[in-house]
């Protein structure tokens, strides 16, 4: 099954002048692949997550996650989209520092409100331990280590069962020993519970044990 269907994508800045930054890109995931976007800096490979998350909808092309197409929806739909199709995790984790590991993991299912309150909180346990950091949940997120803050955003990311978690250099702030914990988390997801995951990443180790490479050099696949 296809979790990702990009076809014949350009994207184009006007200011201060036009500039071609992603030409022409086409390619597919397979459910349950674990991908990462390669590329110098300005090699467009951050414009491309940028698109595919559906945070920037001013490209020609089209976008098909799971089936829907996105290309052309409302923002109050892509909205709402993102929040049950689409895991986050970016470069820094972005917790609140003041809510408890838990509420941090629950807010996302919260606010799409497809399940009950005890529900929820069910879920974000079962995945804290799947994370290997349950006994934090009721910790403040400020409180914990750097490395259990990102598990703790991977677990919010996958609170609402999304057909992609797309990763912004997830990995950029931690050392390797975090790094390594981050990826093996990630493969485990990829083949035990067939979740597609797409990652842009400076780290060419960490790419080379992914499944697939896309390579990006000036705006063109490689």
């Known amino acids: 099954m296809t979790a990702l269907s990009v076809s014949h994508i350009n994207k184009y800045f006007y200011e201060p002048v036009e500039f071609h930054v992603l030409k022409d890109i086409s390619f597919e995931v397979k459910r349950g692949e674990f991908v990462a976007i390669m590329g110098k ?18 490209y020609e092309g089209r976008i098909a996650i799971n089936d829907t197409l996105i290309t052309g929806l409302k923002q109050r739909q892509l909205a709402s ?8 995790v970016f470069q820094f984790h972005f917790l609140l520092p003041e809510f408890s590991v838990l ?14 309150k005890d529900e929820i909180e069910a879920k974000a346990m079962e995945l804290l331990t799947l994370l290997g950091v349950k006994g934090h949940e009721h910790k403040k997120a400020a409180k914990i280590s750097g ?26 702030n931690l050392d390797s020993q ?9 493969r485990q997801l990829a083949q035990e519970q067939g979740q597609t995951i797409i990652t842009v990443t ?12 896309i390579e990006l050099s000036d705006g063109a696949m490689v």
């Not at 989209?81 to 986050?88: D, L, S, Y």
Request: aromatic letters at 6%; one cysteine or more.
């Open 147 to 172: 490395g259990q803050q990102q598990r703790v955003a991977i677990a919010r990311a996958l609170i609402n069962s999304p057909a992609i978690i797309m990763g912004d250099e997830p990995t950029g």
């Open 41 to 58: 800096s300005g090699s467009g490979k951050s414009t491309l997550l940028y698109l595919l998350s559906t945070m920037d909808t001013n």
């Open 202 to 213: 400076h780290d060419e180790e960490f790419a080379a044990k992914c499944d697939r490479i």
């Open 103 to 116: 509420e941090n993991v629950m807010l996302p299912a919260l606010k799409l409100k497809r399940k009950s």
């Open 178 to 186: 975090n790094t390594n914990i981050v990826f093996d988390t990630f």
């Open 81 to 88: 989209f993102r929040n049950e199709h689409i895991g986050f």
